[in-house]
């Protein structure tokens, strides 16, 4: 199985499925190559199903007009979301950015800043939201913990629900 090792200074393990199927692997710059190659061993049916679906899922063509389209959409909504949710939550970002990511819906940095991709605004609404509430709940918990999610799920109970239509929405984008 071929694969790329991206190495950070984070404490876990991580693989991911990039959209041309390749396989990536993020972990701490310590991490011994054994340990890698057993990991992927462990997620192989996993990686497998991922590339399969992610390589046969029938993909969309973007155009400038949709992008300006998104854009006018976050325009209107997302400073006014961001607000809302944030009180929800107790939190406040330290800015708020529309951004051209592909491989993720958007981003909460070491300093409260959370960044969004204008593909997310091609969703549906509640997701949209989701998105809005997870970057906004890595403010209070900077990472995927059990506290995190209980962040999210006070918030928004259907949480899984949107995380699952955004996980397919996303091969097609």
Same mark, same amino acid.
């Given at each position: 199985?071929?694969? &790329?090792?991206?190495?950070? *200074? +984070?404490?876990?393990?991580?693989?991911?499925?990039?959209?041309?199927? %390749?396989?990536?692997?993020?972990? *701490?710059?310590?991490?011994?190559?054994?340990?890698?190659?057993?990991?992927? /061993?462990?997620?192989? @049916?996993?990686? !497998?199903?991922?590339?399969?679906?992610? /390589?046969?899922? #029938?993909?969309?063509?973007?155009?400038?007009?949709?992008?300006?389209? =998104? /854009?006018?959409?976050?325009?209107?909504?997302?400073?006014?979301?961001?607000?809302?949710?944030? #009180?929800?939550?107790?939190?406040?970002?330290?800015?708020?950015?529309?951004?051209?990511?592909?491989?993720?819906?958007?981003?909460?940095?070491?300093? @409260?800043?959370?960044?969004?991709?204008?593909?997310?605004?091609? =969703? +549906?609404?509640? =997701?949209?939201?989701?998105?809005?509430?997870?970057?906004?709940?890595?403010?209070?918990?900077?990472?995927?913990?059990? %506290?995190?999610? #209980?962040?999210?799920?006070?918030?928004?109970?259907?949480? +899984? &629900? !949107?995380?699952?239509?955004?996980?397919?929405?996303?091969? %097609?984008?």
């Amino acid at each position: 199985m071929e694969y &790329e090792v991206v190495y950070t *200074n +984070r404490r876990s393990m991580a693989i991911y499925v990039r959209r041309n199927g %390749k396989i990536e692997v993020r972990c *701490n710059k310590r991490t011994p190559d054994r340990e890698i190659e057993k990991f992927l /061993l462990e997620k192989k @049916n996993w990686i !497998e199903k991922t590339q399969k679906k992610i /390589l046969s899922a #029938e993909k969309l063509v973007l155009t400038e007009e949709d992008r300006k389209k =998104a /854009l006018s959409l976050a325009d209107k909504i997302l400073l006014k979301k961001v607000q809302y949710y944030g #009180e929800k939550l107790g939190v406040k970002p330290t800015q708020i950015k529309i951004g051209n990511a592909s491989s993720y819906w958007g981003c909460c940095t070491g300093k @409260n800043a959370v960044c969004f991709s204008w593909r997310l605004f091609l =969703a +549906r609404e509640s =997701a949209i939201d989701y998105v809005i509430v997870h970057e906004l709940a890595h403010i209070k918990e900077h990472n995927h913990s059990a %506290k995190f999610w #209980e962040c999210v799920e006070r918030v928004l109970p259907n949480y +899984r &629900e !949107e995380r699952d239509y955004l996980k397919n929405f996303a091969l %097609k984008t």
